[in-house]
């Protein structure tokens, strides 16, 4: 969850030269020496691959939706480690 992990992915999945989604999962807001919040680090996930947003919804084929939640909270998520 590290501004360099993820601009390593992006650049990664990015030289396959066609559009990518990503989900985020805990584990990626796991950069906790690098940022204070877990809003900090969804900021760079998302500036990162570009992303609106942690969640996308598209439209793959005829009648076929494909979406993405993804998580938004490490941290301050009552359950996780």
């Known amino acids: 969850g590290t501004t360099l992990c993820h601009q390593v992915a992006s650049k990664f999945l990015g030289s396959f030269t066609v559009p990518y989604e990503v989900i985020g999962g805990n584990h990626d807001l796991e950069g906790i020496d690098e940022f204070r919040t877990d809003a900090e680090n969804l900021e760079v996930f998302m500036r990162e691959h570009n992303k609106p947003t942690a969640q996308f ?13 993804g998580s938004t909270t490490f941290r301050e998520a009552p359950y996780t480690s």
């Open 57 to 69: 919804c598209r439209e793959v084929a005829e009648k076929t939706l494909l979406v993405g939640l």
